[in-house]
C-alpha cells in the first residue's frame, strides 16, 4: 500500500514563502508521477505542479509559473514545493497524489496525503 506524509504547511504574510514536503512510501512502480493539488471551500482540487519522479519532467499551473518551484529526492522517495512570493489567493489545502502518468485531473490519482493547510495573510 502506498502511503503520502505531506509536511510543511504553515500562516506566512503576503510575499512569503514556504515548502512543502511530501514523502512517499510502500510499492510504486519504477516510474511514477507525483503532484501537488490545493483545494478551497467549495471548490474542487486544483493541479498546482507536477514531477516525474524518474525523468524529473516537471509542470506548472499558470497561477504559480515563476513563483512555485517543484522538485524531488529519488533516494528519499520525496517531492518538494518551493512556493516563494505567496499571495492570499494561494491559501487552501495542499494535497499530494502519486499515480503511474502525470495528469492534472485529481481523478486520476489512487494515491493521496491527508493534505497540509496552506494560509496567507495580506
Known amino acids: 500500500q502506498v502511503q503520502l506524509v505531506e509536511s510543511g504547511g504553515g500562516s506566512v504574510q503576503t510575499g512569503g514563502s514556504l515548502r512543502l514536503s511530501c514523502r512517499s512510501s510502500?510499492?510504486?512502480?519504477?516510474?511514477?508521477?507525483m503532484t501537488w493539488f490545493r483545494q478551497t471551500p467549495g471548490n474542487e482540487r486544483e493541479g498546482v505542479a507536477r514531477?516525474?519522479?524518474?525523468?524529473?519532467?516537471?509542470g506548472y499551473a499558470d497561477s504559480v509559473k515563476g513563483r512555485f518551484t517543484i522538485s524531488r529526492d529519488t533516494a528519499l522517495n520525496t517531492m518538494y514545493l518551493q512556493m516563494n512570493s505567496l499571495t492570499p489567493e494561494d491559501t487552501a489545502m495542499y494535497y499530494c497524489?502519486?499515480?503511474?502518468?502525470?495528469?492534472?485531473?485529481?481523478?486520476?490519482?489512487?494515491?493521496w496525503g491527508q493534505g497540509t493547510q496552506v494560509t496567507v495573510s495580506s
Open positions: 497524489a502519486a499515480a503511474i502518468h502525470c495528469r492534472w485531473s485529481s481523478s486520476q490519482y489512487p494515491y
Open positions: 514531477i516525474d519522479m524518474l525523468g524529473g519532467i516537471t
Open positions: 510502500g510499492y510504486m512502480h519504477n516510474s511514477y508521477c
